[in-house]
Structure formats: structure tokens, C-alpha cells
């Protein structure tokens, strides 16, 4: 089983959406393994942007994320890094097919309400930088049984 990150953003937060997106998840199959609400440091919110360091909107984006409260979450599931990307959309929500969460939820590239790993790697990193490890509930669902064959 695969793990990835994924955190509603300020914007999505404010807009009352947590139990929406997290919502679409569960209703997907995807298990909750680590859960909580934060604000992010300056210091977080630029490493875990690191890779856009350079970037023309990396201040504007470092801004918007400590604005307000996030809610970080760990999912697990089968090819869940894929699946939760496939689930979000694309980056810019104009480009976001409608039923993705960042079609349905977004207009602004600045504000497309979710971040998910893109990748397993990056997905261990993020996973590591939010969560201490004693913050990861393994738990059996008695349900998997109706989700995975
Ligand atoms: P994603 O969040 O889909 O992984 P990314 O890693 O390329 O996309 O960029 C991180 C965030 O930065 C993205 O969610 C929104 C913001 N961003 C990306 N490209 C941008 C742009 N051209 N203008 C403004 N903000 C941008
Ligand atoms: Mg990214």
C-alpha cells in the first residue's frame, strides 16, 4: 500500500471545503492515516515549496499558504499518489476537467484549494516534513474487503 500528502489550502479552509475534499477521498476507497489542522510557518511553507524557489510566484505562494489555517492529511491506499493527482486536476483550474476537485472548486491558479504529492518521493518527503512518525495511525479497516478484491 502507497501513501501520499495532500492539504486543503487556506483558501479552501475558509471556504468551508475540508469535509468536501477529505470526503471525496473516503468516498473513493482512500484510508486516513494522519490528520490534523495547522498554520504554516514561513520557514515550513518554504521548504515544502523548496522546488519553487526560484519561480516568479514563489513569494505570492509562500504568502497565500501562511494566511491561514491548512488541514494536512497522510491517505493510503493502492497507486493512491496517482490516484489522489488524477482526483485534484491539473495545477490551474481553468485547464481542470469539471469532477476534478480543482475544476469544480477553482477559477485562480492561485487559489486551486488542494496540494497533493506528485510523486512517491516527494510524497515521503512531505509526509516526513508535516507529520512526526508517532502521528501515523496504521489501523485495519474492516471495509477493505469491499474496496480491494
Ligand atoms: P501542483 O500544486 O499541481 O503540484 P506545482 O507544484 O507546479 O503544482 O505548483 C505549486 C503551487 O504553486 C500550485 O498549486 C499553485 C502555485 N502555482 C504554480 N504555478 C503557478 C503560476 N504559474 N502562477 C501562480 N501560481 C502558481
Ligand atoms: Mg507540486
Known sequence: MERTFVMVKPDGVQRGLVGEILGRFERKGYKVVALKMLRLSRALAEKHYGEHRDKPFFEGLVRFITSGPVVAAVLEGRDVVTGVRQMMGPTDPAKAPAGTIRG??????????????????????????????????????????????
Do not use: K, Q
Open 104 to 149: 469544480d472548486f477553482g477559477i485562480d491558479v492561485g487559489r486551486n484549494v488542494i496540494h497533493g504529492s506528485d510523486g512517491p518521493d516527494s510524497a515521503a518527503r512531505e509526509i516526513a516534513l508535516f507529520f512526526a512518525p508517532e502521528e501515523l495511525v496504521g489501523w485495519e479497516r474492516t471495509l477493505d474487503i469491499w474496496i480491494y478484491e
